[in-house]
């Protein structure tokens, strides 16, 4: 089992920045990707960015490319999300995932239903 407790959440005017971290904790060594989600009012849970956690191979959704960079600290089993120039669109319930299956394809980390764990999530408001 993999334990995930998200941080960093709040609220923040348009244009300010959030650090969101995730801590991991239990059988960690197994774990392939890091991805974080975001889940607004009514909506689906939203695909934002991925690591990897051998290669730290990175992928991100292309509307906060440029604005968020994700990162991770394998000594810590933590993986974070710098949020910058953040919109009223980015706001929502931000969850970290993670699983330790390795599936070939592009871009197919993307899928929140490949993901075996998840933190209990951390809001982000964001006002205009």
């Known amino acids: 089992q993999v334990q995930l407790v998200e941080s960093g959440g709040g609220l923040v005017q348009a244009g300010g920045s959030l650090r969101l971290s995730c801590a991991a904790s239990g059988r960690t060594f197994s774990n392939y990707i890091m991805g974080w989600f975001r889940q607004a009012p009514g909506q689906e849970r939203q695909f934002v960015s991925t690591i990897t956690l051998t290669s730290g191979s990175t992928d991100y959704l292309d509307s906060v490319k440029g604005r968020f960079t994700i990162s991770r600290d394998n000594a810590k089993n933590a993986v974070y999300l710098q949020m910058n120039s953040l919109k009223p669109e980015d706001r929502g319930v931000y969850y970290c995932?993670?699983?330790?299956?390795?599936?070939?394809?592009?871009?197919?980390?993307?899928?929140?239903?490949?993901?075996?764990?998840w933190g209990q999530g951390t809001q982000v408001t964001v006002s205009s």
């Open positions: 995932a993670t699983t330790p299956r390795r599936i070939l394809g592009s871009r197919v980390y993307r899928a929140a239903d490949v993901y075996d764990y």
